[in-house]
């Protein structure tokens, strides 16, 4: 966290303020564990998805995408062990009565925050019900992950996209969970959208990863399921030496790690905030052979951020088990079929990435007299605003005629109204990294001076080349301290 004062609520109190999230249907009293999200919200929420997509789906030749709906036949959720495992314990407190779930393992050892003690209510299956046309008993789920349509689908998209082992299949969508006890804002939440990727190879090849020299050097803090049993602390070491001492079992989970760990901090993430957490034995879901978290340093506690399972060939059998189709897929390079695993499996709340980013970009500059927020210009909601410094026809003239040509490309914002400095004030509080204003030297010469949000400096710069400026200064090719 940039300010580590910042409490979850007091982000809550910010995100409302800026108008980013609220609770869903306000009017009528908001719902528990449901959101809307308001326009600068929706423009930083697509911009993880399409930083996500970008990185993990268009720039790799070994991943493709797909977009399986909410509702689909509820043998899926049979097959996939969700209608008979994918339950929380449901507990209430003895003394405050407040609901919470707990994990089995804490049965009879958990207490509420108020430090009463727990009656265990019964299991309760996270998933929401709902009836597909006019019959009632026609029972169908909202899907409460994205990953088993990835392998109801499997066959088909590898056979379509011609993929070869070791690929990848991946998904952005809405998730549904009927969680006990919503809390800590977008921490956890009913209504949720993920990206999810399942990692399939050949289950001969499955410590065979043939990426891990690109992160084998890269560190991270980490935390062994040994380390816990035993209260020790996590160690900082590289992935290599995670490996060697075979603390991390296989290359695919170790390789999967960094990587989505390295997509955090290519878009501005603080590394120290993360670590990745072993699930214990008694933690793991009812398909992994092995897991782990990265997690992140919430005020609330370091929490899982996104979780990274082997889930084995667990899923493809249980679906070749139960459709009775053939889900094996052909190998050209052994020349065999195979039921193929799935040795990672990168699964990530866009809610919760936004927390991220939010809480590593958010600062109390005391000095400017408001919140800077040092969102990555990639993230940024609004990529600059352009403004006329004062209300004069003829700088409102040349401000126009910029802001029409850089919203053809950008998500970009025209401000007239309020002093300069208020102006700045709003941008930074919304991160927008650059301001254009336009002054009266800018109808001498032709230019206009682009201002930092990080520094505050300003540079002059000539109209005609701005729009190649802002483009090289969004995509890092380019710093603001380089600009003459
Ligand atoms: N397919 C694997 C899977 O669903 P998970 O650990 O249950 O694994 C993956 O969920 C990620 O989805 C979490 O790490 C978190 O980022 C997000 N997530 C899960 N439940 C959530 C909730 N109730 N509210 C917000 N995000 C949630």
New binding site residues.
């Given amino acids: 966290m940039a300010d580590n004062k910042l409490s979850i609520e007091d982000m809550a109190v910010f995100c409302k303020k800026k108008g980013l999230v609220f609770p869903s249907g306000e009017i009528y009293g908001g719902l528990a564990g449901f959101f809307d999200f308001g326009p600068n919200c929706v423009e930083i929420n697509n911009n993880i998805k399409m930083e996500w997509w970008k990185f993990h789906v268009q720039e790799r030749e070994d991943i493709v995408g797909i977009d399986g709906s909410i509702i689909t036949n509820p043998k899926v959720w049979e097959a996939s062990g969700h209608v008979a495992s994918f339950t929380d314990v449901y507990v209430k407190c003895r003394k405050c009565k407040k609901p919470n779930k707990i994990d089995k393992n804490e049965i009879k050892k958990a207490r509420c925050e108020c430090g009463g003690e727990y009656e265990v209510i019964g299991n309760l299956n996270l998933m929401f019900k709902t009836n597909v046309g006019p019959v009632e008993g026609s029972t169908a789920y909202l899907r409460?992950?994205?990953?088993q349509l990835i392998f109801a689908d499997f066959k088909l998209v590898a056979e379509n996209s011609r993929l070869k082992l070791p690929f990848g299949i991946a998904q952005i969508g809405k998730?549904f969970?009927n969680?006990i006890s919503?809390r800590d804002f977008?921490?956890?939440?009913?209504e949720?959208e993920?990206m999810?990727i399942e990692y399939f190879v050949h289950p001969k090849n499955i410590n065979k990863c043939p990426f891990i020299k690109e992160v084998l050097n890269h560190k991270m803090n980490v935390l062994s399921a040994e380390s816990q049993e035993k209260n020790k602390s996590p160690v900082k070491i590289t992935i290599k030496q995670a490996l060697d001492k075979k603390i991390i079992k296989t290359e695919w989970h170790a390789y999967w790690l960094a990587v989505e760990h390295k997509w955090f901090i290519n878009l501005g993430a603080n590394s120290d905030n993360f670590r990745i957490r072993q699930h214990t034995k008694n933690e793991l879901?009812h398909y992994a052979l092995d897991t782990w978290?990265l997690e992140y340093n919430f005020p609330f506690g370091w929490k899982?951020?996104?979780?990274i399972?082997n889930r084995t060939d667990f899923d493809l059998q249980q679906h070749i088990k139960h459709s009775k189709k053939d889900l094996s897929f052909f190998d050209q390079e052994t020349n065999e079929k195979v039921v193929p695993h799935v040795v990672a499996?990168p699964?990530?709340?866009v809610?919760?990435?936004f927390l991220v980013f939010m809480f590593d970009a958010y600062n109390d500059d005391k000095k400017r007299g408001n919140i800077v927020l040092k969102l990555d210009p990639k993230l940024a909601p609004v990529k600059a605003g352009i403004f006329p410094l004062i209300s004069k026809p003829e700088l409102i003239k040349i401000a126009r005629e910029i802001y029409d040509k850089l919203k053809m490309i950008y998500n970009i914002n025209y401000d007239k109204s309020g002093s300069i400095g208020r102006r700045y004030a709003r941008a930074d509080e919304i991160g927008t990294p650059f301001c254009i204003t336009v002054d009266f030297d800018s109808l001498k010469n032709k230019s206009v001076t682009i201002r930092d949000r990080d520094t505050t400096k300003q540079v002059r710069v000539k109209t005609a080349g701005l729009k190649d400026i802002l483009r090289k200064l969004i995509d890092a090719e380019i710093k603001f301290k380089d600009l003459k």
Avoid at 144 to 147: I, N, Q, S
Avoid at 304 to 307: A, K, Q, S, T, V
């Fill in positions: 409460p992950e994205t990953a998730a969970r969680e919503p977008l921490f956890r939440t009913r949720f993920m999810e879901s978290d899982e951020l996104e979780g399972a499996e699964s990530l709340g809610g919760r990435a």
